[in-house]
């Protein structure tokens, strides 16, 4: 009678535990619809707040997952006997090999491709599913960290960029579509001063360093220097504004927002004329901002340039050009003779001032849309958002790729924000959430979002005011409101 070689006898083995693997998935498949009926009657007489829909489809989800996890159970069985059948043929020897040796050799290999394997599918099959779930447990827990505090209501229509001054007093300022910039005190949101010198929207607001004094950029192709005094009142108890009824991603129309004179901004103080009108662009100016010093402006505009002011004389002193298409922001650095700006033509260049006879540009093409914005860090960092789902961490001694990215779920269309010290992303979307992430590209939290707080509409800017007392944080939107929050950083550090 032949004798079956080794090798033979190996591969017949091997042969038997696929078909038994095979024949255990089977088993598991046939016996699915079972399971899930059985699920479903022992929760039938359980009390849930739970709607039925999303009760089935955590039933559905964890009944898959059970399922991964038997077949993996199985594998793990085969690989005991696989252990089992080495440690007999190396007995002889005086070696054995147990479950803590699988990283070594032909086991490890086989461990880790399975692994591999499962962790991968795990990833495809389900990240799609469970992304809306894990999201709203994570803002249930982000509710105690990011507080609304305050919401500033008084424009007529939507507001595109908000700003916190530099100097005592310390308020809030808004610019909105409808031809206006207001100064609010942050403690009571009441209006302080109106600004009416502008014809078009007022697209940005930026305040001087050390003076009294505004800059904004508008729709009527200038940017106005303009004075204000303001006297702070004495702060009024704060509603909680924390109570939230229903659930969190809650559909409001148009007649629940707020109305445009809510809090009185028509009664408060108002500037008619500004100090200095800056007037060289052809087209609507977009964004402006202080170098720093304050003694030298920079504004961007639809024209395809930026242009760098005197603001003693009013004077151009540089046009910057080099874009293709339509700028969408401009921002400086707080520290150093650095301007970046960005543009519809998918890049954002650095313009470099330090040297005052000679002006360097960089240029970064990273994205593969219009980017949005793009703003400094302290130190050698920029932050660019774009339409193309994705923001972007750069460090300006290596322009050719970025050290982080950012990948969103919907485009990056509004100015982003981050806090200097702390290092924190504020992300506002046109999905009316703002979410926070660290410069590594970690989800930190997001700003809750119900039908009594927060945006019910698209969130256009944020501001950070790393000093207040009361409120570090804020957001402005098309619903015609700003809001003030208060981030518990510690907090928020700590739970990353």
């Known amino acids: 009678m032949p ?40 929760l039938e007489g359980q009390d849930s707040k739970l709607p039925s829909s999303v009760r089935n489809t955590l039933l559905e989800l964890f009944g898959q997952i ?59 099959t389900y990240k799609a599913s469970t992304s809306k779930i894990v999201s709203s447990f994570k803002t249930t827990t982000s509710r105690a960290i990011c507080q609304l505090v305050k919401e500033y209501i008084g424009h007529r229509d939507g507001i595109w960029d908000v700003s916190v001054a530099k100097t005592q ?43 009294q004094v505004a800059l904004t950029a508008s729709g009527d192709q200038t940017a106005h220097i303009w004075r204000y005094i303001v006297q702070l009142p004495t702060p009024q108890p704060t509603a909680d504004c924390n109570q939230v009824a229903g659930e969190d991603e809650v559909e409001i129309s148009d007649k629940d927002e707020p109305d445009g004179d809510g809090d009185g901004s028509s009664d408060c103080p108002t500037v ?59 921002c400086t650095h707080p520290t150093q003779r650095l301007v970046v700006t960005s543009s519809r033509d998918t890049t954002f260049r650095l313009w470099d001032f330090r040297d005052p006879s000679i002006h360097s540009v960089n240029v970064f093409q990273g994205h593969t849309d219009t980017v949005t914005s793009a703003v400094f860090t302290v130190g050698d960092n920029v932050v660019s958002g774009s339409d193309d789902r994705t923001v972007k961490v750069w460090d300006l001694k290596n322009m050719r790729s970025p050290i982080a990215t950012i990948r969103t779920d919907s485009a990056v269309n509004s100015r982003i924000n981050v806090c200097v010290g702390q290092r924190i992303i504020a992300l506002p979307h046109d999905n009316r959430q703002v979410r926070l992430f660290d410069m590594s590209g970690v989800r930190l939290a997001r700003l809750p979002r119900s039908n009594r707080q927060g945006h019910r509409r698209m969130v256009c800017c944020s501001a950070w005011s790393e000093d207040h007392p009361i409120c570090n944080l804020f957001t402005c939107g098309f619903d015609r409101q700003a809001i003030g929050w208060n981030i518990n950083i510690p907090a928020l550090l700590q739970e990353k």
């Open 169 to 211: 007093p310390v308020v809030l300022g808004t610019a909105s579509a409808d031809h206006t910039a207001l100064l609010w005190s942050i403690e009571t949101g009441k209006c302080l001063v109106k600004y009416v010198g502008h014809v078009g929207s007022v697209n940005s607001i930026k305040f001087h360093p050390t003076e």
């Open 272 to 330: 008619r004329a500004p100090l200095t009108s800056l007037k060289s662009h052809q087209g609507v100016v977009i964004a402006a901002d202080w170098l720093v010093g304050g003694k030298q402006a920079v504004t961007a505009s639809w024209d395809r340039t930026a242009n760098l002011y005197d603001v003693e004389t009013s004077e151009l002193v540089h046009s910057l050009t080099g874009h293709d298409q339509e700028l969408t922001h401009c």
């Open 3 to 42: 004798i079956e070689s080794g090798s033979c006898a190996s591969a017949r083995q091997a042969k038997q535990k696929r078909k038994s693997h095979s024949l255990s998935i089977r088993r598991t498949n046939s016996s699915e619809q079972e399971r899930a009926a059985l699920h479903r009657d022992m």
């Open 66 to 124: 059970e399922r991964e996890f038997e077949n993996l159970y199985i594998e793990n069985l085969e690989l005991r006997r696989e252990i089992d059948t080495l440690n007999e043929r190396l007995a002889g020897e005086g070696q054995t090999i147990d479950g803590a040796e699988l990283s070594k050799g032909q086991l490890k290999t086989k461990a880790s491709h399975s692994t591999s394997q499962l962790s991968q599918k795990l990833k495809t």
